[in-house]
């Protein structure tokens, strides 16, 4: 009998992607005809078991949000780690009980480490400019976005901008016109607050003074910027966080990460 040791990985891609897109590492799960649902619980795997593997005493971990990110750490085990802060990155999108939001990821990732957490107890977004730039002000909120420009790590997840994916889009958040937008620029997703073309601008779009959270200048200098995505629908919004060096280690599907290498 052969014990396979499910998810598998591609060795040669993951080489690959490091080599096309100038990665610290990369995880490639092979993916055949598995549901969404199953690709999110795989990726949770293999980042679980990566990001056990580089885990140390002392570290500021940031986390944003998203499925897979969930998955990862429900397939942790406790641990026990010493001076270890947990970060939230982005505000709360304000949806009651949705189980990938930010303040509950960080607080479930601080509860398996036995980490102490820091919130951002603030919305995603917000009615203005005005109202925006007055919480970054706020002592406890100007104080975790500063802790978290210090993360040793931090794990994200790369959300979709195809209009039937898309969560800002379907929340009335943003216009068609603006996600068009985002889509001609090869934007970087919703790796953080805030939307960043793959040349590294700061797209001109309403919903970009209106949101609170860490900035993706402020991500890209964190020294190990784990992203978590797949499916092939998000490969442009992967390719934006890609070209424009917002992360430097990825973990992704086997069809997800062929669309990127055939698209570098």
């Known amino acids: ?31 055949e005809n598995e549901s969404y649902t199953d690709i ?17 005493d002392n570290m500021v971990i940031g986390i944003s949000w998203g499925s897979a990110l969930r998955h990862m750490i429900n397939a942790m085990q406790p641990r026990m780690m010493n001076g270890t802060y947990v970060i939230q990155l982005i505000g709360a999108t304000g949806l009651e009980n949705n189980p990938t939001d930010g303040p509950l990821l960080a607080q479930l990732l601080s509860d ?3 980490a102490t957490c820091l919130h951002l107890h603030t919305p995603l977004v917000v009615e203005s400019k005005i109202v925006r730039d007055a919480l970054l002000q706020e002592r406890s909120i100007k104080e975790t976005l500063n802790r978290a420009g210090e993360a040793d790590i931090a794990l994200v997840g790369i959300g979709s901008i195809d209009p039937d994916l898309y969560s800002l ?17 090869g934007v970087a997703g919703d790796i953080c607050d805030h939307h960043y073309s793959d040349n590294r601008e700061l797209l001109n779009i309403d919903i970009n003074d209106r949101t609170v959270g860490i900035d993706l200048p402020t991500l890209s200098k ?14 442009d919004a ?6 424009g060096k917002f992360i430097n280690a990825l973990v992704t599907d086997s069809i997800t990460a062929k669309y990127l290498l055939d698209h570098a």
């Open 169 to 185: 889009k379907i929340s009335g958040y943003i216009t068609e016109e603006e996600r068009q937008k985002m889509e001609d620029a």
């Open 40 to 56: 999110l619980v795989g990726l949770g795997q293999l980042v679980a078991k990566y990001f056990n593997e580089i885990l140390k």
């Open 238 to 243: 992967i390719l934006g966080a890609l070209r």
């Open 222 to 235: 964190i020294d190990t910027v784990i992203a978590v995505a797949g499916d092939y629908r998000k490969g």
């Open 1 to 31: 009998k052969i014990n396979v040791q499910y998810p598998w990985t591609w060795q040669q891609m993951e080489n690959d992607l490091i080599s096309a897109f100038g990665l610290k590492s990369a995880i490639v799960m092979v993916t």
């Open 112 to 114: 398996r480490l036995n």
